[in-house]
């Protein structure tokens, strides 16, 4: 059984995957009408240039729908992740401490060089979306994030039961509607 909040990211899923046609179908119409009385090579042109398009805008809407739907777990990830992987970093007070100080700041640099979600979907970062993706649902299982040394001084920030259902949900879907990008 699926939780309701589970449920309605799921929706959330199914209406916007069916919205993600209508921009294809009406670039592709579109195209077709309008260069219907051009020669050969501007036609194959077009053809070239309305494809790119699509394709492009097929990746721009996916990335958006998976970005409405990150907005419902993003609360998850703020409280566990975002010290480290986005720019809105919020210090511990034992930052002002020499040495420590530079301890923090290495991590956090390493930390936004593999996986930087500053400007939410898509992240940036190390590897694929897809790779980003299953690398954070990865690091989430085995526990591994965040890390070890700052759950020392941040509790209970492990993501585990219905949240980690709910941000597996959302990674699992988004997995899902960026292999048909493939
Ligand atoms: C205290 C800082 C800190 C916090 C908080 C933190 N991370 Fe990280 N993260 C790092 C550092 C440092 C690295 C790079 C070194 C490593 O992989 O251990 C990293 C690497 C990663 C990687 C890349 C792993 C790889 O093999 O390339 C992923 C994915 C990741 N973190 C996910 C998360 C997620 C998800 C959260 C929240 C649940 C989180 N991190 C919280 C510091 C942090």
Same mark, same amino acid.
């Given at each position: 059984?699926?939780?309701?909040?589970?449920?309605?990211?799921?929706?959330?899923?199914? @209406?916007?995957?069916?919205?993600?046609?209508?921009? &294809? @179908?009406?670039?592709?119409?579109? #195209?077709?009408?309008?260069?219907?009385?051009?020669?050969?090579?501007?036609?194959?042109? !077009? @053809?070239?240039?309305?494809?790119?398009?699509?394709?492009?805008?097929?990746?721009?809407? @996916?990335?958006?729908?998976?970005?409405?739907?990150?907005?419902? &777990?993003?609360?998850?990830?703020?409280?566990? *992740?975002?010290? *480290?992987?986005?720019?809105?970093?919020?210090?511990?007070?034992?930052?002002?401490?020499?040495?420590? #100080?530079?301890?923090?700041?290495?991590?956090?640099? +390493?930390?936004?060089?593999?996986?930087?979600?500053?400007?939410?979907?898509?992240?940036?970062?190390?590897? !694929?979306?897809?790779?980003?993706?299953?690398?954070?649902? +990865?690091?989430?299982?085995? #526990?591994?994030?965040?890390?070890?040394?700052?759950?020392?001084?941040?509790?209970?920030?492990?993501?585990?039961?219905?949240?980690?259902?709910?941000?597996?949900?959302?990674?699992?879907?988004?997995?899902?509607?960026?292999?048909?990008?493939?």
């Amino acid at each position: 059984m699926l939780s309701e909040s589970n449920q309605r990211l799921l929706n959330g899923f199914l @209406v916007l995957g069916l919205l993600l046609l209508i921009p &294809v @179908v009406s670039t592709l119409s579109h #195209g077709k009408k309008k260069h219907d009385d051009d020669d050969k090579d501007d036609k194959k042109e !077009t @053809v070239d240039t309305i494809l790119s398009d699509s394709v492009q805008i097929i990746q721009d809407s @996916v990335y958006a729908v998976i970005n409405i739907n990150y907005q419902t &777990v993003r609360h998850i990830f703020r409280k566990s *992740c975002f010290d *480290c992987h986005t720019d809105s970093t919020k210090y511990p007070w034992y930052h002002v401490l020499p040495f420590i #100080g530079g301890l923090i700041d290495d991590d956090i640099k +390493e930390a936004k060089e593999h996986l930087n979600m500053s400007d939410d979907f898509p992240f940036s970062g190390h590897a !694929t979306q897809i790779e980003r993706l299953r690398e954070i649902r +990865e690091e989430i299982e085995d #526990g591994e994030m965040p890390l070890w040394s700052y759950r020392l001084t941040h509790w209970g920030l492990l993501i585990e039961g219905e949240r980690q259902d709910s941000l597996f949900l959302w990674i699992d879907e988004s997995i899902k509607l960026l292999k048909q990008l493939e």
